[in-house]
Nanobody, 115 residues
């Protein structure tokens, strides 16, 4: 059974950094496009960053230059390094795994950026 487990969220001051991790099990991880989504209260869930099976990356404009997505296929883990965090980055962050025949979601981890 496929499972995605996020970790690394928490409370950080503006300008600070966090690294989120998402450990996958039950899937052939290296084949999947992995994504990080976020959802703030009262807002729609949005795609923040993604990384393909070949290592190609894409980012929403609001995080370009601040966030970096990476993957370690040996560890079945995808990461999101978040630097220069802003209050508007506050949201629940979700890990997503996508392949042509289906997709999976993690349970989410809260990131709060506040002084």
């Amino acid at each position: 059974q496929a499972q995605l487990v996020e970790s690394g969220g928490g409370l950080v001051q503006p300008g600070g950094s966090l690294r989120l991790s998402c450990a996958a099990s039950g899937i052939v991880f290296r084949l999947y496009t992995m994504g990080w989504y976020r959802q703030a209260p009262g807002k729609q869930r949005e795609l923040v960053a993604s990384i393909t099976s070949g290592g190609g990356t894409d980012y929403v404009d609001s995080v370009k230059g601040r966030f970096t997505v990476s993957r370690d296929n040996a560890k079945n883990t995808v990461y999101l390094q978040m630097n220069s965090l802003k209050p508007e980055d506050t949201a629940v962050y979700y890990c997503h795994a996508r392949l042509v025949n289906g997709d999976y979601w993690g349970q989410g981890t809260q990131v709060t950026v506040s002084s």
